[in-house]
């Protein structure tokens, strides 16, 4: 008798991967100061190690070096990853939603076994790199949210309950993860590198056992003969993927595609300013003139994932005294605006610990656009919603670290803090296009209607399972 929790799923994840997250770009930056000043690392006991070494041009040549590390990174990772995240997810509707689970696992755990393997035996560490773009074959982060969310939308029917449990989705990432950022500073001071690797990789063995056998399914599968529509079963997912699209954005009147369209515009910008912001904090941290140590990155880091917790209880509060959604979105906006600029002029570690206390509702536009899409689109297709959903959060998340990074190597030299500027003055479009919103109107009450299947043969195959049409309220 399986379980229909995904949640234990979502929380040991987000324990296993914070848990190495921040030790991942303080591995990489501590290999490369080796490597560029043939010196170890230093490591101090004291809250800085700026007195450390009084040359800032070796901070500022690591930096640099790191910040392009993970700029090959993220492109070499993009396109598969997102190609796997809009087939499976999409292919989810049909052949079911652990597979969009258990795949991505797999790869999260082939990439920290990589970084194992690397530390352990001190081997390149250009070789992560491939690591990445092997694990990406098995899709990301998006797939794997992507594929809970859907999930967590076939179990429910009534929309404040689908927006609280997508909000405590949230709340659940950043409670463990604030769990596992705490504990890895102290980790790596007592133990280094290796052993927080190999907790990681057996907390993502666990989650897999628990995903393969006590996850129960919620779809039921269509019959072999069904899917296989002209004899190729990858021919049949590429099919469902774009009949999904298809129909999820034609099956709807002109005044909810506008609203469909304007609502994913708003989570791609909020999510590309925001991400690709909050990326580089870490790096930040390692650098003039704050120098943080392991410990204080833990701290930092901890501090930084209760915006997880508090975004949640926002989202309860406001859900339940009635707060207009979109009044929901614009405030996580503003906090996020708030505090990125405190972040571009924060230059000693009391103000870096202050300024994530404006940041503490920045998560709370997610879970309420996630909810306020799906809302007006047809059960029968949150499977390719989400897929492509998690396509253009993975896109967006991709191509931001790409391009903050770019930017941070190009402006680290005369003001790191430029790239926290840049992330709020892009939060200007997620707020326009809200007004845009606010003016078109989110109280759609025409029906979605379902089109006519365009591929011949599909008619059995795509027949709407659930008569009750959802529509945005």
């Not at 300013?273 to 580089?280: E, F, K, N, P, Q």
């Not at 209607?449 to 008619?459: A, D, M, N």
Request: charged letters at 10%.
């Amino acid at each position: 008798m399986g379980l229909f929790l995904v949640e234990p799923v979502v929380a040991l994840y987000a324990f296993s991967s914070f848990l190495i997250y921040p030790l991942v770009q303080q591995y990489v930056y501590r290999r490369l100061w080796q490597e560029l000043t043939n010196t170890s690392y230093p490591i101090s006991d004291n809250s800085s190690r700026c007195a450390e070494n009084n040359s800032s041009s070796y901070h500022e040549e690591v930096q640099r070096q790191a910040s392009l590390f993970s700029l090959y990174t993220e492109l070499f990772s993009t396109i598969p990853s997102l190609v796997v995240t809009l087939m499976l997810v999409a292919y989810s509707d049909r052949g079911g939603r652990k597979i969009t689970i258990i795949m991505p696992l797999i790869g999260t755990l082939i990439y920290t076994l990589s970084f194992l393997t690397v530390s352990y035996f001190e081997l390149n560490i250009y070789l992560l790199i491939g690591s990445s773009l092997l694990s990406s074959l098995f899709g990301g982060l998006g797939t794997f949210l992507g594929g809970c969310f859907a999930y967590i939308a076939d179990l429910c029917e009534d929309g404040r309950q689908k927006t609280m449990r997508m909000a405590g989705v949230d709340m659940m990432i950043g409670l463990l993860s604030g769990v596992a950022s705490i504990s890895t500073g102290y980790f790596l001071r007592a133990a280094g590198f290796n052993w927080p690797f190999l907790t990681s990789a057996l907390c993502q063995c666990l989650i897999l056992l628990y995903a393969i056998f006590i996850l129960e399914e919620t779809v039921k599968k269509a019959p072999t003969d069904a899917i296989i529509l002209d004899g190729s079963p990858q021919s049949s997912a590429m099919k469902q993927m774009m009949y999904g699209v298809y129909r999820m954005f034609t099956g709807a009147s002109c005044r909810t595609r506008t609203v469909l369209v304007l609502l994913i515009l708003i989570f791609t910008s909020f999510s590309f300013a925001y991400v690709g912001g909050i990326s580089l904090v870490t790096l930040y941290e390692l650098g003039e003139p704050l120098c943080w140590t392991e410990i204080l990155i833990g701290y930092g880091s901890a501090l930084s994932t209760t915006v997880f917790v508090t975004s949640f209880l926002g989202v309860m509060a406001f859900t339940y005294c009635g707060v207009p959604q979109l009044l929901i979105v614009l405030m996580g906006i503003l906090s996020v605006i708030a505090g990125m600029i405190l972040l571009a002029f924060a230059k000693t570690t009391l103000l870096m610990f202050i300024v994530r206390v404006p940041m503490l509702l920045a998560i709370m536009p997610f879970p309420v656009l996630r909810s306020m899409i799906s809302k007006i689109i047809p059960k029968s297709e949150q499977g390719a919603l989400f897929a492509c959903l998690s396509f253009l959060e993975s896109l967006t998340t991709n191509v931001a670290g790409a391009v903050f990074n770019t930017v941070y190597a190009a402006t680290v030299a005369w003001y790191p803090g430029f790239v926290f500027l840049l992330s709020a003055g892009l939060c200007a479009v997620p707020l326009i296009v809200l007004g845009a919103v606010g003016l078109v109107g989110v109280d759609v009450t025409e029906e979605v209607k379902k089109p006519e299947p365009v591929f011949s043969g599909e008619e059995d195959l795509y027949e709407d399972q659930n008569d009750n049409t959802p529509i945005l309220t």
